[in-house]
């Protein structure tokens, strides 16, 4: 007797020059049923090689899922061609499927054992879809991250500098190379910058809906970017909630009966890249909005830490910024709102 299909997944463990391949179903009276596993090259050939083997395997009948690994820059490839050829395709932080992990009896870890479990978490989880990058959306994410990489440089060639001026008897030759490369990093940096704003200008939505959110004390055009980058445009977010566990905001409660009784604190399970990015938006809104100063002071009276206090502020910016984008109106110190759709 022909065993009846319910669901299938395949589960995909991304790396440099290869991935492994897992694929499951959840059949009748299985939970979780391996058909088979294979190795691949990352090349387009073998992308192709792939697609051939899935639609071998797979049941033309049941619903399939694929799930994979946002590992660094090498799932991209083989993500925008699974999209490309309409698969259902979700990609997850690699913390999200480490949760999962512990939950199984392995013992070992190895590419073959992360593909099954990703298949049997593909099988066992409803989990979202992944949307691609827009083209223009893309670019904006690959200035922004190659802009904070120069930053990050230029604080290293600050600091050598800094040390050649103080050390006995410095050579002048390498102090003058120092400089020059701190000249250069700050022309590419600028180059960056208006490569960002013809970007964003070149989509007069974008374009309005950056301007809208710049109008928060504190907030340039910079951190908008950024969050922008790192968020797709809160393409996948349906609520402030969501958007705010993403970025690590999200606030973790330890405690148990009377034996234990922890402070309160944020999960930083998320993007660091936006936390890093409203870092000094949140100290120059102290400082300019009353509304913000408000809110810093009440959770510093509430906790006694200024960072605490400072990443509230930097919470509420976010949310605003997240507000405007989908409502389209300006920063209204006054009243700001979102729709009770994207309140819950």
């Known amino acids: 007797m022909e065993q009846q299909v319910f669901k299938q997944s395949v589960g995909l463990d991304i790396s440099k020059d290869t991935f492994v391949a897992c694929f499951s179903q959840r059949q009748t009276g299985k939970s979780f049923h391996i058909l088979s596993s294979r190795t691949f090259k990352c090349t387009s050939g073998a992308f192709e090689q792939f697609h051939r083997w899935v639609q071998n395997q797979r049941h033309a009948s049941a619903p399939l899922q694929l799930l994979m690994e946002a590992t660094g820059v090498y799932y991209e490839e083989v993500a925008y061609f699974l999209h490309a050829k309409g698969y259902s395709l979700t990609v997850l932080l690699p913390n999200k499927t480490a949760a999962f992990a512990k939950s199984l009896s392995y013992k070992s870890k190895t590419d073959s054992i992360d593909a099954q479990m990703l298949a049997q978490m593909s099988i066992e989880r409803d989990l979202p879809p992944w949307i691609p990058f827009s083209d223009s959306m893309l670019v904006i994410k690959r200035l922004c991250r190659e802009r904070a990489e120069i930053i990050d440089t230029q604080v290293v060639f600050k600091n050598r500098l800094h040390a050649k001026q103080h050390a006995y008897r410095p050579l002048k030759s390498s102090m003058q ?77 330890n405690t148990s009966g009377t034996s234990l009784n922890s402070p309160t604190k944020i999960s930083k399970k998320g993007n660091h890249r936006i936390r890093k990015a409203l870092h000094f938006p949140a100290l120059v809104a102290v400082k300019s909005d009353p509304k913000m100063k408000n809110l810093f002071d009440r959770a510093f009276d509430k906790t006694k830490i200024k960072m605490k206090a400072y990443v509230a502020v930097q919470r509420k910016i976010l949310v605003l910024i997240f507000a405007i984008f989908k409502t389209n109106q300006p920063y209204d110190p006054n009243h700001i709102s979102v729709k009770s759709n994207n309140n819950q």
């Open 177 to 253: 190379r120092a400089k020059k490369a701190q000249s250069l990093l700050k022309k590419q940096i600028s180059d960056i910058d208006l490569t960002l704003l013809k970007a964003i200008n070149e989509d007069e939505i974008l374009r309005q809906k950056v301007e809208n959110a710049c109008s928060i004390p504190g907030v340039g055009f910079i951190t908008v970017a950024n969050i922008l980058a790192e968020t797709n445009a809160f393409a996948l977010f349906k609520s402030k909630a969501q958007l705010v566990s993403y970025a690590g905001y999200d606030v973790l409660q």
